[in-house]
């Protein structure tokens, strides 16, 4: 048996402080005995972590929503907070809500380097790696030294990569299967 400091803080949500600032740092101490006390901690601070994610959203959704009916629409701010919330969303409609968002953000404001990196990222987490490289190439373009894109870059470009050798190698089988399903045919054919 160990002792197990824990310290949970919603990191994804640390940019948001304005949004996130009612949401409270927790830590415990527990002792662990085995392996299944360990994976039960993991999973409850994972819960922990999705249900801060969950209220976060609904109060910036709702505020996205109040802001929407008014005349000149919602702020950039909460739009921005609404759509960095949607692109680390797991489902993928609500991922492509955020593209929609930042879209619009970065039409208005096409050197926002936030916003430019969070359509890359989100681009990059629906595995639209075409779109991803090229907001990040403008973001490159505009900012050379920036690591952050840097980075994501280079995993788009890995991942572009390996989706190209699996896809080649089914095209390669998909040509194999038919050539023998053509050899059979012929042979059966000729009988």
Known sequence: AYQADFFLRPSSLT?????????KQTSFTVLVTGSNTLQALTDHAKDMENDIFSQTLQKIQGQYAEESRRPEGASAETTFNYAYLLHNSTLPDDIRMSVNLLQKLVNKSPANRDYLYTLAAAYYRLHEYRSARQHLQELLAKEPENRQAQNLLAEVESRTTEDGIVGLAIVGGAVAVAAMGTMLVTRLLKR
């Open 15 to 23: 940019t948001l402080a304005p949004a996130s600032a009612h949401i």
